[in-house]
Nanobody
Framework: QVQLVESGGGLVQPGGSLRLSCAAS????????MGWYRQAPGKQRELVAS???????NYTDSVKGRFTISRDNAKNTVYLQMNSLKPEDSAVYYC?????????????????WGQGTLVTVSS
């Protein structure tokens, strides 16, 4: 069974930095795209950043120049370096992965979410 385990959230002051990590495990054959989404109270979940297996990246406008997404394909791990954090960045951050799993030679689509990690930016 595929698991995405996130870590790195917490409380930080405005202007501070945090680094989120998400490690995928369990029957993974390949991961095409890994991404970070966030959901603030009363708001819809939104894409923050994504990265393909070829390391092409995409960012939502509000985090461009402040956040950097990266991945280690060998470890099936994605990172989100968040700098110059603002109170409006406060949310639960979720990791997502899509690709393929394999089980006894049978391939299936991978579309998995992590459990979420809370980021709070406040003085």
């Amino acid at each position: 069974q595929v698991q995405l385990v996130e870590s790195g959230g917490g409380l930080v002051q405005p202007g501070g930095s945090l680094r989120l990590s998400c490690a995928a495990s369990g029957g993974i054959f390949s991961i095409y795209t890994m991404g970070w989404y966030r959901q603030a109270p009363g708001k819809q979940r939104e894409l923050v950043a994504s990265i393909t297996v070829g390391r092409s990246t995409n960012y939502t406008d509000s985090v461009k120049g402040r956040f950097t997404i990266s991945r280690d394909n060998a470890k099936n791990t994605v990172y989100l370096q968040m700098n110059s954090l603002k109170p409006e960045d406060s949310a639960v951050y979720y990791c997502h992965a899509d690709g393929l799993t394999v089980d006894n030679g049978v391939y299936n689509q991978l579309d998995a979410w992590g459990q979420g990690t809370l980021v709070t930016v406040s003085s």
